[in-house]
């Protein structure tokens, strides 16, 4: 079981940066994948960036070139570091952990509101 915390998150005006962390129960987090998603009022959840083990970044693209995602493995922590944010940004924000085996498993944290003003 990895039990997942997310931070970070708070109100922001539009042009602003935050950066939320999402801090990671287990022993082998440096083999998991992370990964940010977020989810609007009324809309459905949906993927925001994610890292590999290795490194690999990966992101959507309205967040390209403005979040970027990172992980610190001493710490167990995955951030995002969200620049130029824009009130479509607006979204609780979710962690979420990847953990490889003879099957996959997923979990996730509890979220993190995000709110951008305009």
């Known amino acids: 079981q990895v039990q997942l915390v997310e931070s970070g998150g708070g109100l922001v005006q539009a042009g602003g940066s935050l950066r939320l962390a999402c801090a990671a129960s287990?022993?082998?987090?440096?083999?998991?994948?992370m990964n940010w998603f977020r989810q609007a009022p009324g809309k459905e959840r949906e993927f925001v960036a994610a890292?590999?083990?290795?490194?690999?970044?990966y992101y959507t693209d309205s967040v390209k070139g403005r979040f970027t995602i990172s992980r610190d493995n001493a710490k167990n922590t995955v951030y995002l570091q969200m620049n130029s944010l824009k009130p479509e940004d607006t979204a609780v924000y979710y962690c979420?952990?990847?953990?490889?085996?003879?099957?996959?498993?997923?979990?996730w944290g509890q979220g993190t509101q995000v709110t951008v003003s305009s």
């Open positions: 287990g022993r082998t987090f440096s083999s998991y994948g």
């Open positions: 890292i590999s083990g290795s490194g690999s970044t």
């Open positions: 979420n952990a990847e953990v490889y085996g003879s099957t996959t498993s997923n979990y």
